[in-house]
C-alpha cells in the first residue's frame, strides 16, 4: 500500500450537498451536515467526496450558476465550515473534490454585472459579445449565429445597454466567459490557487471542452435532432483546439501541489474524445459517461468496456461512474421494484473495472429516483420540456438515513421530496442487513483496497459472447483474480476461453450468494441468479 494513489487506487463518492444531510433545520443540506456524516463514509471505505457546487449562486440552475467563486453560499454554511470539513475528512484518509464551473458565471456575478454595462467597460470583454446581424425583428437585429442553448431556445440574449448579443451555452443567466481573454484566465486560475491553498485534493471541471468556441463563430451544420440542440452537430462551440494548452497550463499548477487531481465533464463526449484529453500533462482522466446508457445486458456493458480501454489505452487512466446528478440513478433503470439483485450486479461490475469507479451518493443503499408532478418540478429543462423531459429532480432527493420522518435527512420539510421507501430502504436499516446492498457494497470496496490486482490489473475477458453473462480477469504480476456476472434471474453457466483456468485451482473471495454460489469445471463457471463473483488464483 505504500504506493496506494487515492485517484487512481480508490473510489470517488460524488454528494450533492442539498441532498446529503440537513444540520440546522431549514430542509437543505449542508457543509457541517456532511462533515456530521464522514464516519459514515470512513466506514463505507470511500477515499473521496466530490462536492457539487457549494458557492453563492441565485440558483437559476442549482449552483451551476456561479456568483462568487471565493466563497461558500451561506445556505451551505460558511468558509469556516468548508475548512472544518476538510480538516476533518483529511483526518480520516478523505480526500476533498470540488466541482469548479470555469465555463460559465451567474449573470448576478460583479463580473458580468460590470461587463454587460458598457462596451469600454474595464471587463467589457470579460463574456462573449457579438453584434447582431444586419436584419432582425423590431431593429435590434438577428443573433449572431444559429448557435443553440442546451437548455432550450437561441443561445444568444440582447442586452440594450450594449446594443449586442451575449452568448450563453446553457440558461441566459449563465453566460459564458471569455477565455480568450488573459485577464479571464488569470482570474480564474486565481479561484483555482484560492482553493487549493484551502487544502482542496482535486477539481472535477463542469463541460470543460466547452470553454473556447470558434473565433469566426461559424454556424453549426445541421443533424437529426429532436430539441433545437440536438438538431445541429456541435463543431463550432465545443472543442476546439485552444483547450489543450490551457489543460497543460491547468496541470502544471496542479503539480505544484502534492497529488492533486482533475477530472473532467467532457460535454457531450464519446470515449475517444474523453481520453484525447487526458495524459500526463493535460488532465488526470476525463468522464466516459456510456455505462449510464446502457441497458441492462452483459454485451452492451462489455462493448463499453472494450471501447473505453482501446481509448485509454496505456497511458489514460479509465474511470466508471453509473450513476450522478444528471441521470437516473442506476438502480432506477435496474431494479426490478424494491429487489436489489440487478442494483448489485451492476455495482459488481463498477468496482471490479480497471479504472477509478465514481459512486453517487445513495447508490450504495440502492436510492431510486422520485416521481413529480408538473408543478413540483424544479430542475430548468425540466420545466421546459416535460413531458418529453421530466428533469434531473428525480435523482437529487435527500439520503436515506434512517425511517425516521424526513429519512433522517433535516427536522424540516425538505427541498425535495423523500421517496416514500425510506421506511424500509436506509443507512439505518441496511447497516444491520448482511445481505443488503450496502453492506454487499461496503465488501466489495474492501476487496478493490485488499487485492492490487482489482486496482490496478489488466482488464480481460475470459468468456464466450454472452447477452447475460460475464467473466473477466483482472491480472497483476502475481495475482490474478476471476470474476463472473450474471445477468439473468436463471443460473447460468458460461463457457471460458482458456482451459487452462479449469486447471487452476481458485479460491472463493466474494459472493453475493449466501450459498448455491458460483463454481468453476471444465472451463466453465456456474453462476447463480444474479450472482456477483470474485475468485483468486493460487
Known amino acids: 500500500?505504500?504506493?496506494y494513489l487515492w485517484w487512481q487506487d480508490g473510489v470517488i463518492?460524488?454528494?450533492?450537498p442539498r441532498s446529503f444531510a440537513d444540520s440546522d433545520g431549514d430542509g437543505l443540506g449542508d457543509l457541517p451536515g456532511i462533515t456530521a456524516r464522514l464516519d459514515y463514509l470512513a466506514e463505507l471505505g470511500v477515499d473521496a467526496i466530490w462536492l457539487s457546487p457549494i458557492y453563492p449562486s441565485p440558483d437559476k440552475d442549482f449552483g451551476y450558476d456561479v456568483s462568487d467563486y471565493g466563497n461558500v453560499d451561506p445556505r451551505f454554511g460558511s468558509l469556516a465550515d468548508f475548512d472544518a470539513l476538510v480538516r476533518e475528512a483529511h483526518r480520516r484518509g478523505i480526500r476533498v473534490i470540488l466541482d469548479m464551473v470555469l465555463n460559465h458565471t451567474s449573470d448576478q456575478h460583479p463580473w458580468f454585472q460590470e461587463s454587460r454595462r458598457s462596451r469600454d467597460n474595464p471587463k467589457h470583454d470579460w463574456y462573449i459579445w457579438k453584434d447582431p446581424l444586419p436584419t432582425g425583428r423590431r431593429g435590434i437585429g438577428k443573433p449572431p449565429n444559429n448557435w443553440q442553448s442546451c437548455f432550450?431556445?437561441?443561445a444568444w440574449t440582447y442586452v440594450p445597454e450594449r446594443g449586442q448579443y451575449y452568448y450563453h451555452m446553457f440558461l441566459p443567466e449563465q453566460p459564458d466567459v471569455n477565455w480568450h481573454n488573459p485577464e479571464v484566465r488569470q482570474a480564474m486560475f486565481d479561484v483555482l490557487r484560492f482553493w487549493l491553498e484551502r487544502g482542496v485534493d482535486g477539481?472535477?471541471?463542469?463541460?470543460?471542452?466547452a470553454y473556447f468556441e470558434d473565433p469566426q463563430f461559424r454556424d453549426n451544420p445541421p443533424q437529426f435532432g429532436l430539441r433545437g440542440f440536438d438538431r445541429q452537430k456541435h463543431i463550432h462551440d465545443c472543442d476546439q483546439p485552444e483547450m489543450i494548452p490551457l489543460l497543460r497550463e491547468l496541470r502544471a499548477l496542479l503539480d505544484s501541489y502534492p497529488e492533486r487531481y482533475a477530472v473532467g465533464e467532457t460535454f457531450m463526449g464519446a470515449p475517444e474524445k474523453a481520453a484525447s484529453y487526458c495524459g500526463p500533462d493535460t488532465l488526470h482522466a476525463a468522464f466516459n459517461f456510456e455505462f449510464t446508457a446502457c441497458p441492462f445486458r452483459a454485451d452492451r456493458f462489455l462493448r463499453a468496456i472494450r471501447r473505453?480501454?482501446?481509448a485509454t489505452g496505456e497511458t489514460v487512466w479509465p474511470n466508471y461512474v453509473l450513476s450522478n446528478h444528471d441521470v437516473p440513478r442506476s438502480a432506477t433503470r435496474y431494479a426490478q421494484g424494491e429487489d436489489d439483485?440487478?442494483?448489485?450486479?451492476a455495482l459488481g461490475l463498477l468496482l471490479t473495472q480497471r479504472g477509478t469507479p465514481f459512486l453517487y451518493y445513495g447508490e450504495e443503499i440502492g436510492m431510486r429516483d422520485i416521481r413529480l408532478k408538473r408543478s413540483e418540478i424544479l430542475d430548468p429543462p425540466g420545466r421546459r420540456y416535460w413531458p418529453f423531459y421530466k428533469g434531473r429532480d428525480g435523482c437529487r432527493s435527500p439520503m436515506q438515513w434512517d425511517d425516521t420522518p424526513q429519512a433522517g435527512f433535516s427536522v424540516a420539510k425538505p427541498w425535495l421530496p423523500i421517496h416514500p421507501n425510506y421506511r424500509w430502504r436506509n443507512v439505518a436499516a441496511q447497516r444491520e442487513d448482511e445481505a443488503s446492498i450496502l453492506q454487499f457494497t461496503r465488501r466489495l470496496i474492501a476487496l478493490r483496497k485488499e487485492h492490487l490486482a482489482l486496482r490496478r490489473g489488466r482488464?480481460?475477458?475470459?468468456s464466450l459472447p454472452q447477452r447475460d453473462g460475464l467473466a473477466y480477469l483482472r491480472i497483476h504480476s502475481q495475482q490474478t483474480l476471476l470474476i463472473g456476472l450474471n445477468f439473468s434471474s436463471q443460473p447460468m453457466t458460461l463457457s471460458l476461453q482458456r482451459q487452462s483456468l479449469s486447471e487452476t485451482t481458485w479460491?472463493?473471495?466474494?459472493?453475493?450468494?449466501a450459498a448455491a454460489g458460483a463454481s468453476l469445471d471444465n472451463a466453465k463457471l456456474h453462476l447463480a441468479p444474479y450472482e456477483v463473483c470474485i475468485l483468486t488464483a493460487r
Open 152 to 154: 432550450g431556445g437561441r
Open 203 to 209: 477539481f472535477r471541471l463542469d463541460v470543460f471542452n
Open 459 to 462: 482488464f480481460q475477458v475470459v
Open 13 to 16: 463518492y460524488q454528494i450533492y
Open 341 to 345: 439483485a440487478r442494483a448489485k450486479v
Open 507 to 513: 479460491d472463493m473471495v466474494f459472493s453475493s450468494r
Open 308 to 310: 473505453w480501454e482501446a
Open 1 to 3: 500500500m505504500d504506493d
